[in-house]
């Protein structure tokens, strides 16, 4: 952990983070016990942790006095905003930047409204917590979550360029999106202003080494499917494709064996379907046997043989 990244816990539900929307901000301390009666006894134990980038001039009066005094910019919509875009593409075209003098500023007073926030939350009883300090507690990390919201808006074109880059058919541009905006918000609570940096310079490192990471794995994963997935197709392809051979192969044997009984003689039919095993695969007989069995010799056998084969195909050109 950062030396100067300080923390504290808050009494409050089950919840274990500070949630990064407004309204559970504004919601922070409201326990199931506190619906019924403020300041009652909770039935779930847990805690609320804030963390926040300590400095010294949070100790001193006239800079505190001055860093509050800050305000925060409103959010300008642009004129030249498409109409037919989505809800966050029009917040990306119309939201404009911050100087980089400017975020530090806002940086500032973030961190300053969370060490507030922690030092009045400090003396907080957990079993009875007072209401005023609550609602003191809670108007803090309310302002500190709008300042946060208001960076992270200004730095969104900033997540869209890094996404659009990123994305590739194992990593959607809608997931890259995503995650770099949760990974934009982490940056914004953990980014040191008093060393000196460019906020952009180290969220664009933060995003993007995690976002390799992940399109990293992604890839891993894809590479170990794949082969799994050629294999389950040619498999079925080979499946199905048997299948399919068995029924024209079946098809084309019905159709044979109507053509033998409507035009072939008896004893004509009776030798093909010896000689070739029609009515049974596993019974296929020589001439010689057939011959035999018939009465007849082999090469007549082979003469009717040819000659009900040829008033086959005689059937069927006609």
Same mark, same amino acid.
């Given at each position: *952990?950062?030396? %100067? &990244?300080?923390?504290t816990s808050l009494p409050t539900g089950r919840r274990s983070r500070l949630q990064p929307s407004t309204s559970d901000r504004l919601n922070l301390f409201e326990s199931p016990a +506190? +619906? !019924?009666r403020l300041g009652g006894r909770s039935d779930h134990g847990g805690a609320r942790r804030i963390s926040f980038? $300590? #400095?010294p001039s949070f100790y001193e009066s006239d800079a505190r006095r001055e860093i509050l005094e800050v305000r925060v910019p409103v959010a300008q919509s642009s004129s030249g905003a498409a109409t037919g875009s989505t809800p966050f593409f029009s917040v990306v075209r119309s939201v404009g930047t911050f100087a980089n003098e400017e975020q530090l500023q806002l940086f500032r007073l973030m961190n300053l409204l969370k060490s507030m926030a922690c030092t009045k939350a400090v003396n907080l009883d957990a079993r009875r917590p007072n209401r005023r300090i609550l609602t003191e507690v809670n108007a803090l990390l309310a302002r500190a979550g709008q300042v946060r919201d208001r960076l992270a808006e200004a730095n969104l074109r900033l997540v869209v360029s890094i996404s659009r880059r990123l994305a590739c058919r194992c990593y959607p541009f809608e997931e890259v999106l995503g995650d770099a905006n949760l990974l934009l918000l982490r940056a914004i609570d953990r980014f040191d202003y008093s060393r000196g940096f460019r906020f952009v310079t180290y969220a664009t490192q933060v995003i993007r080494r995690e976002l390799v990471r992940q399109l990293l794995k992604r890839q891993h994963q894809l590479r170990i499917q794949e082969p799994v997935q050629a294999e389950w =197709? %040619? #498999?079925? *392809? $080979? %499946?199905r494709h048997t299948s399919e051979a068995r029924l024209a192969l079946r098809? +084309? &044997? $019905? !159709? =044979?064996m109507s053509a033998i009984k409507r035009v072939l003689p008896e004893r004509e039919r009776k030798i093909l379907t010896l000689r070739f095993g029609l009515e049974d695969p596993h019974v296929t007989l020589t001439r010689d046997a057939i011959g035999a069995l018939l009465g007849i010799s082999s090469e007549r056998v082979r003469q009717l043989e040819k000659q009900a084969i040829n008033r086959l195909r005689r059937e069927e050109c006609d």
């Open positions: *952990m950062n030396p %100067r &990244q300080r923390t +506190k +619906k !019924s980038i $300590d #400095h =197709l %040619r #498999h079925e *392809m $080979d %499946r098809f +084309k &044997q $019905d !159709s =044979l």
